[in-house]
C-alpha cells in the first residue's frame, strides 16, 4: 500500500477536518504524494467555512517515522535537485500548516520522528499520549534537519535544549515536552485523537475572524518591534469591532447565551 494523507469529517465534530498520515508498514513514513495532498487540503480548509478546526495525526496508533530512509538512499543516485524539490515541497507544507487561519492541532500517537517532529511542531496546539516520544534523529544517520525542526526546536525550546535534541538526536518523551510547554496537553495512549477532534470541536465555536486574526498576530509577534506590534493590535481590533462576528459575540455575552458564529 502507498503512503497517503486521508481527509476525514468525524460526526462528533462536523466543523473539524482530521488529516490522517497513513503509510501502512513503515509506521507513517513521510513521501511526497503526502505532501502535495496536504497541500491541497489546507488550500480546500481555507475556503470551507464550515471546517474551524484541523487536527492532524497518524493511521494505527502512530504519528510518523520521518523521511523513509530507503527512498533517500535512492535518492542518493539521482540529481541533487530531486532531494531539493521534495524538501521544497514539504516546506511549503509545513508553511501551509503555519498560514491556515484556522486552528491547528497535532494528535501524537507513539512517536514522531524527524521530520514527522516537524509537522506536530508546525501545528498551532499539541496534544501527546503520555508515552509517545519525539526525536530528531537526523545527526546520527549523517543528516540535518528539514521540515523546520530546527527552526521550530530553536524557537520553543532554550538553545541549549535544542541543540541537545538536534545533536545528540536522542528521544525526549511527552511528558518532558510537556513541562517545557512544547506540548500543550497529554491524553492517555490511544485516546489522542478523540481527545484533539473534542478540542478541535471547542475552539471550532470561536469566532472564525477572531481565530484568524490571533493566529496573524502571534505569527508576526517574533520578527516585530512592540511599537509595530501594538499598531498591528490596534488595527486588527479595531477591524474585529466592526466584524459580524464581535457583534454576535457581544450581544451574546450581554444576553448570557452561547455565541452562534456562522
Given at each position: 500500500?502507498?503512503?497517503?494523507?486521508?481527509?476525514?469529517?468525524?460526526?462528533?465534530?462536523?466543523?473539524?477536518?482530521?488529516?490522517?498520515?497513513?503509510?501502512?508498514?513503515?509506521?507513517?513514513?513521510?513521501?511526497?504524494?503526502?505532501?502535495?495532498?496536504?497541500?491541497?487540503?489546507?488550500?480546500?480548509?481555507?475556503?470551507?467555512?464550515?471546517?474551524?478546526?484541523?487536527?492532524?495525526?497518524?493511521?494505527?496508533?502512530?504519528?510518523?517515522?520521518?523521511?523513509?530512509?530507503?527512498?533517500?538512499?535512492?535518492?542518493?543516485?539521482?540529481?541533487?535537485?530531486?532531494?531539493?524539490?521534495?524538501?521544497?515541497?514539504?516546506?511549503?507544507?509545513?508553511?501551509?500548516?503555519?498560514?491556515?487561519?484556522?486552528?491547528?492541532?497535532?494528535?501524537?500517537?507513539?512517536?514522531?520522528?524527524?521530520?514527522?517532529?516537524?509537522?506536530?511542531?508546525?501545528?498551532?496546539?499539541?496534544?501527546?499520549?503520555?508515552?509517545?516520544?519525539?526525536?530528531?534523529?537526523?545527526?546520527?544517520?549523517?543528516?540535518?534537519?528539514?521540515?523546520?525542526?530546527?527552526?521550530?526546536?530553536a524557537q520553543a525550546l532554550p538553545r541549549q535544549l535544542a541543540a541537545e535534541v538536534l545533536l545528540e538526536g536522542k528521544p525526549i518523551g511527552a511528558a518532558r515536552l510537556h513541562e517545557l510547554g512544547v506540548v500543550n496537553r497529554l491524553a492517555k495512549p490511544g485516546a489522542v485523537r478523540d481527545a484533539a477532534v473534542a478540542w478541535a470541536e471547542q475552539l471550532g465555536q470561536i469566532s472564525p475572524n477572531a481565530s484568524a486574526r490571533i493566529k496573524t498576530l502571534l505569527a508576526a509577534a517574533g520578527t516585530q518591534p512592540l511599537a509595530e506590534h501594538l499598531v498591528a493590535e490596534r488595527d486588527h481590533f479595531v477591524a474585529s469591532l466592526h466584524h459580524g462576528d464581535a457583534l454576535e459575540g457581544i450581544t451574546a455575552f450581554l444576553e448570557k447565551r452561547a455565541p452562534k458564529y456562522k
Open positions: 500500500m502507498s503512503a497517503e494523507l486521508l481527509t476525514s469529517r468525524p460526526a462528533e465534530s462536523e466543523s473539524t477536518l482530521v488529516l490522517t498520515l497513513s503509510n501502512p508498514g513503515a509506521r507513517n513514513a513521510l513521501h511526497p504524494d503526502m505532501y502535495a495532498a496536504g497541500i491541497e487540503a489546507l488550500d480546500s480548509a481555507e475556503r470551507d467555512p464550515s471546517i474551524r478546526a484541523i487536527v492532524l495525526t497518524g493511521a494505527d496508533q502512530f504519528f510518523c517515522a520521518g523521511g523513509n530512509l530507503n527512498r533517500l538512499l535512492e535518492n542518493r543516485a539521482k540529481d541533487p535537485a530531486v532531494q531539493a524539490q521534495s524538501i521544497d515541497l514539504l516546506g511549503e507544507w509545513i508553511g501551509a500548516l503555519r498560514s491556515s487561519s484556522k486552528p491547528v492541532i497535532a494528535a501524537v500517537e507513539g512517536a514522531a520522528a524527524g521530520a514527522g517532529f516537524s509537522l506536530a511542531l508546525a501545528c498551532d496546539l499539541l496534544v501527546a499520549a503520555e508515552d509517545a516520544k519525539f526525536v530528531m534523529s537526523y545527526a546520527r544517520v549523517g543528516l540535518t534537519p528539514d521540515g523546520g525542526g530546527s527552526w521550530f526546536l
